[in-house]
């Protein structure tokens, strides 16, 4: 017998699987939402439900152990997402009180049983007492320091507001912090890349700000305007975009260069390079350890009508490979992905200060892998989509120090602003160094850093 699956429980299943399985939201909801057969209204609805309980966890969970009298983890995980998806109807939607608390405790019986029905339907009720702004000030009093204070408040954990707050002031703009961690609590607007070359842009479709080759979706699933494009258009982040397009046209194409996407799933910016070599006449590559996500990439390069060979080797050992042959390589390196937050809220519960030193070891020997990659005037671009400057100017220097005169670094703000539609706001970095940082709350992007080193 099917079981109905309304836009509450499929936003539990996924807050769920994201939490016990380490799945992905932004992956796993489009499925989630066909499978349940959601129509336009409450996919909206779920995807409202999921993304704002993922964002405000750290807030709601304050407010849960209040209300509760004990602390998150001392709470059945089942039941703790269902309290989390509550809460968040209670003091961020205009969802009926009596509504969100009947449907939670509903929700808590069938799949946690009738036994913490009782727990449940108390600590949503004394959530539902006080305002939003009550419980705000009451979370704020529990603070220790003004830094946990913002992070309670803001939901972000206090290493990642501190990572943030000494990237912005490395720009002289620490003042932006909270703009910033606001523009990550927000929904942000779905972007596509237009790929250059093979498709236009529809006549419905916004020009997005910056980027040539993107349009904002008209709202909905684009899904309908990938397919009519025959992939040809797709979802891609602005940022994205521009950090790929600065490598492709830095400098002018020689006819038969050779490009190397050494970390490319799952697959967006190689598409995108492919269009740009084809155009070109050069010739990309493309390298991807995971095979899952190698799958990936050759699905995004179906629309290319190009030959881009795919490996599935260890980034390091495939860059050993082939000393001096590429002319433009793109590292698009792991990392913490603190410049998506907004999109992949899960990372900032996901990802710890810990996770960073085992990250920037990675991410230098890849792009020193890279490096030697290049021909002589080969350049490569260290793109990552975090703004801590372990992950990026860290390994930057790292790289400088280990290559010395053989490496010269070029301006990655000029590189991004030929690019660009409209002039970008990229203040000169305190150290003078030619790198680039996009913001979401300056750009309305994802916190791309971009690198451009040229091997002489």
Not at 17 to 43: C, F, K, M, T
Not at 75 to 84: E, F, K, N, S, T
Request: hydrophobic fraction near 45%.
């Amino acid at each position: 017998m099917s079981v109905t699956r309304g836009p509450r429980r499929v936003a539990y299943e996924t807050i769920r699987a994201v939490h016990a399985d380490e799945a992905y939201a932004n992956l796993l909801l489009p499925i989630e939402i066909e499978r349940a057969g959601l129509n336009s209204q409450d996919a909206g609805l779920a995807t409202e439900l999921t993304y704002g309980t993922l964002r405000r966890q750290g807030t709601y969970d304050a407010i849960i152990a209040s209300a509760a009298g004990r602390e998150p983890e001392a709470i059945d995980p089942d039941v703790l997402d269902a309290l989390r998806l509550g809460t968040h109807q209670l003091l961020s939607t205009r969802i009926a009180s009596h509504a969100a608390v009947h449907e939670t405790v509903a929700l808590v019986r069938a799949v946690a049983g009738p036994g913490p029905t009782g727990f449940a339907n108390a600590v949503l009720r004394r959530i539902s007492r006080d305002t939003p702004g009550e419980w705000i000030a009451r979370i704020e009093a529990s603070a220790r320091s003004a830094d946990e204070r913002l992070s309670l408040t803001t939901s972000h954990p206090v290493w990642i507001l501190r990572a943030f707050r000494r990237a912005l002031a490395a720009e002289g703009r620490a003042d932006e912090l909270d703009e910033l961690l606001r523009a990550d609590n927000a929904s942000p607007r779905v972007a596509l890349a237009v790929l250059p070359g093979l498709a236009t842009r529809p006549a419905d479709l916004a020009p997005t700000v910056y980027s040539p080759v993107g349009a904002l979706s008209a709202g909905g699933d684009p899904a309908g305007v990938m397919a009519a494009a025959g992939g040809r258009i797709r979802v891609q982040d602005e940022g994205s975009q521009l950090v790929a397009l600065a490598l492709s046209r830095v400098v002018p194409v020689r006819d038969g260069e050779r490009w190397f996407d050494l970390c490319a799933g799952p697959g967006g910016k190689t598409a995108l390079l492919a269009a740009e070599a084809l155009a070109h006449g050069a010739h990309l590559e493309a390298n991807e350890i995971s095979h899952a996500r190698a799958g990936l990439v050759r699905a995004a390069l179906a629309g290319v009508p190009a030959d881009v060979p795919v490996s599935e080797l260890d980034g390091r050992e495939r860059a050993a490979l082939v000393p001096g042959s590429y002319d433009r390589i793109l590292v698009d390196a792991p990392c913490t992905g603190l410049g998506a937050l907004r999109r992949r809220p899960e990372a900032r519960w996901r990802k710890s200060a810990a996770d960073v030193a085992e990250l920037t070891a990675l991410q230098s020997e890849l792009l020193s892998a890279a490096i030697g990659a290049l021909r002589p005037g080969g350049i490569v671009a260290y793109v990552t989509c975090s703004p801590h400057l372990a992950e990026t100017v860290g390994v930057v220097a790292e790289a400088r120090r280990e290559w010395g005169d053989e490496l010269e670094e070029l301006d990655a703000r000029a590189a991004v602003q030929a690019v660009a539609r409209t002039p970008l706001d990229l203040p000169t970095p305190a150290d003078g160094s030619g790198r680039a940082q996009l913001w979401p709350h300056r750009h309305g992007t994802d916190a791309m850093f971009l690198s451009l080193l040229r091997r002489r």
